[in-house]
């Protein structure tokens, strides 16, 4: 099990997870793809994970709130030889995750949390919306595992 870091310790006992909660959203299955009548055994599918960024404000009642914004992908991809492979659908997610900040971190604690905590938290959102969103365009059932996380 690797070390959790003093900062990022701190950032830890500092913040309470709030709320989760969808910013932004995109799905479409490119001109001429049926996902009900192609064989999906050529298709590859290719996952996105990005922290995009994290802001620290207060509140109306003075409170600090940490928002990490997060964006979550996968997409369905026919390989072309040698050139960029063809994308026939993806489902894409834009997510905030909103912490109570028991007192003002240093920006190296925020970062540290935003990037290395914040994802495990937005996760189990995005593997419903993921699920959904497959259902209603028809694509490949997709069950993603509880986390996936590279370190």
Not at 2 to 24: C, E, G, P, R
Not at 65 to 80: A, D, E, F, N, S
Not at 114 to 135: D, I, M
């Amino acid at each position: 099990m690797a070390k959790i870091s003093k900062t990022l310790q701190k950032a830890i006992d500092n913040l309470s997870i709030q709320d989760v909660y969808l910013k932004s959203s995109q799905a479409e299955c490119s001109e001429g793809f049926d996902p009900k009548r192609t064989e999906h055994t050529e298709l590859l599918v290719q996952q996105m994970h990005a922290v995009r960024r994290s802001e620290v404000i207060q509140s109306n009642e003075d409170e600090l709130i940490l928002k990490v914004y997060v964006r979550m992908g996968t997409r369905w991809v026919l390989p072309v030889e040698g050139q960029d492979p063809e994308i026939k659908a993806f489902v894409e997610a834009d997510f905030i995750a909103e912490y109570a900040m028991a007192e003002l971190l240093e920006t190296e604690a925020v970062d540290e949390f935003s990037l290395k905590n914040a994802s495990f938290h937005v996760w189990p959102y995005w593997r419903e919306f993921l699920s959904s969103q497959c259902e209603r365009l028809r694509l490949p059932r997709l069950v993603l595992p509880a986390v996936q996380f590279n370190r």
